[in-house]
């Protein structure tokens, strides 16, 4: 099986014809469509909006370009032609801000539209752009912001990957991504020497890592401001579509869950034989009978499992393998975590991954394919109507996982897979709202001028005790340099979604327990709107109301019980 992706079906290379066709191209009716907005989105008429559109969706299938840059330098970032040409990109593609402000203000004058078919198809689009129009600057300002990026928060994240990409260990000269992955190894001893020596790694690039956040989280300050929010977390949320209010609801019941959600690292700890509460380097621990997947073993159980969801899913999952969207292994070179980016014009994804070979990789397979899935139920939408929110990409992923792990409890060690899915659990809702916490005080003191290293991984550490409690005797100081949702500009708060989505997937996987196949419309459906509409109304499709915390709740409720299992077993 290969597992290299399959990216040549985009572009052959920077220097071939196509690309370099496609760039001219893209330079060219961005230009048109500046030009054209100068000259037209003075004044409101039903005609400019349908002709906007119709430019703006022409103009977003180049976006395939960009992807493709980032997805090559994804697993190439030492590749210094890569990065010369992402550069050119990223210039020309700042100049789509004038525009963008110019549309901006012409949509916030707009009257009723007449309900054309175009117009009609995207009601969504517009109604969400006359929200964001009262946080939009002036076009010149907009260019300003957008040029001045490009060289500012976007260098300073370029920065950040190099040096966490090829940073090497002292553990047999491993690299920062393969020796993560000895967190999970069954060898206490190897796990404890692996977690010192990612810290005495990290100890080498602090202060440069410091310097890359501090340069991000003070241009974010900067633009939120500007724009008229209160904060860099009220500007995520509305990007978000939701609101402080379904945010308090989540993070309440998350709040008074915590003492009984604590109770499963005290759990583990004793299981592991450990006298005290559990040591960050045992978190990710196997307990029961650990299995060693191949690639192509993690492939057949996660199509399977999905075969056993939906036909659909199960045979979604088996192209994505035969057209090589997965790119698998870690090397050197290659940036860690695992993530899904989908080219809508070729309606296909990609997904990276760093595939170490524990079931916890299995799942993260199965959570990627998810986003994918998510994207197939969007292909038949133009471009502007296809962008969904990340609590809504986080539900869909989150809901794979649930399908293979539930379908994992039926034939494998159940002590294990129960402990993997509490385990993950945890993560999504303890760990995350110790994400939150750091980021939120991040943002808060860096308006009063720069963070130091020292003082960033106090943040975290204070963070992960008001999160963890008891649960943990050691903590991780240096999480903030290892996590790359931090060193983007452009998401902010990019934790609270995964505690968002593993609430509500929880939700929905016990609505499909209850109604069986019948729930495969409905899912399906939800997916489909998840773009097209505020989240809130979106699940409201299935039945669940966001600002009720007794759903959250609830959720919490449900891996309180599962806690209790793990307890017995």
């Known amino acids: 099986m290969n597992t290299k992706w399959d990216i040549e079906k985009i572009y052959t290379s920077v220097d071939s014809e196509e690309f370099r066709a496609d760039v001219e191209s893209y330079k060219a009716l961005l230009n048109e469509l500046n030009k054209w907005a100068e000259e037209n989105l003075k004044e409101y008429s039903t005609e400019k909006l349908e002709k906007y559109i119709e430019l703006k969706n022409r103009l977003m299938a180049y976006d395939k370009i960009e992807l493709y840059l980032n997805l090559a330098i994804s697993t190439d970032t030492e590749n210094e032609e890569l990065a010369k040409a992402l550069d050119v990109i990223e210039n020309i593609k700042a100049e789509k801000s004038l525009h963008e402000a110019l549309f901006s203000q012409f949509i916030k004058n ?61 553990y047999e000269d491993m690299t920062l991504t393969e020796i993560r992955n000895l967190a999970y190894s069954p060898d206490k001893s190897v796990r404890k020497k692996a977690y010192e020596s990612e810290l005495r790694a990290y100890e080498k690039i602090k202060a440069p890592s410091a310097y890359c956040l501090n340069g991000i989280k003070g241009e974010v300050l900067s633009v939120a401001e500007m724009r008229g929010y209160d904060s860099p977390l009220d500007m995520t949320l509305a990007d978000s579509r939701i609101d402080r209010d379904i945010l308090n609801a989540m993070f309440s019941a998350i709040e008074e869950g915590l003492p009984k959600l604590r109770e499963y690292f005290l759990i583990k700890s004793e ?75 070729l309606k296909e994804s990609r997904i990276l991954l760093n595939f170490g070979g524990t079931f916890d990789d299995v799942v993260t397979m199965a959570h990627e394919l998810g986003h994918a899935f998510h994207n197939t139920r969007l292909f038949h939408l133009s471009e502007l109507n296809s962008f969904y929110t990340m609590p809504a990409a986080e539900t869909a992923s989150t809901f794979c996982e649930n399908i293979v792990i539930n379908e994992a409890l039926k034939n494998k060690d159940r002590e294990f897979v129960l402990e993997t899915y509490l385990q993950g659990l945890t993560q999504c809702v303890v760990d995350i709202y110790s994400r939150f916490l750091f980021e939120d005080a991040v943002f808060k003191n860096r308006k009063n001028g720069f963070i130091s290293a020292d003082e960033l991984c106090s943040y975290m550490e204070e963070a992960q005790k008001k999160a963890y409690g008891t649960g943990l005797e050691t903590y991780h100081p240096y999480m903030w340099i290892c996590k790359p949702h931090y060193y983007d500009a452009d998401f902010n708060y990019y934790n609270f979604p995964y505690a968002f989505g593993a609430l509500l997937s929880k939700g929905l996987y016990s609505i499909y327990k209850e109604m069986g196949k019948d729930f495969i419309p409905l899912y399906d459906r939800f997916l489909s709107v998840s773009s097209t509409m505020d989240l809130k109304d979106a699940v409201k499709t299935v039945g669940i109301d966001l600002y009720d915390k007794n759903f959250w709740s609830k959720s919490i409720d449900m891996i309180s019980e599962e806690i209790d299992v793990f307890k017995k077993i």
């Open 271 to 345: 299981k592991l034989g450990n006298k005290d509460a559990l040591p960050f380097c045992d978190i990710f621990a196997p307990l029961g009978k650990s299995d060693k997947y191949t690639v192509e073993e993690a492939r057949d159980f996660v199509v399977n499992s999905f075969y056993c969801f939906s036909r659909d899913l199960g045979k979604f999952s088996e192209k994505a393998f035969e057209n090589r969207w997965l790119d698998i292994m870690p090397h050197k070179g290659k940036v860690g975590g695992a993530y899904c980016e989908t080219i809508h014009s």
């Open 110 to 170: 707009a009257d009723k539209s007449e309900n054309t078919p175009v117009i009609k198809d995207h009601g969504y689009f517009i109604k969400e752009q006359k929200r964001k129009a009262e946080h939009t600057l002036s076009s010149a300002e907009e260019s300003i912001i957008s040029k001045m990026k490009v060289n500012g928060s976007g260098l300073w994240e370029k920065q950040w990957q190099a040096l966490t990409s090829n940073l090497v260990t002292d």
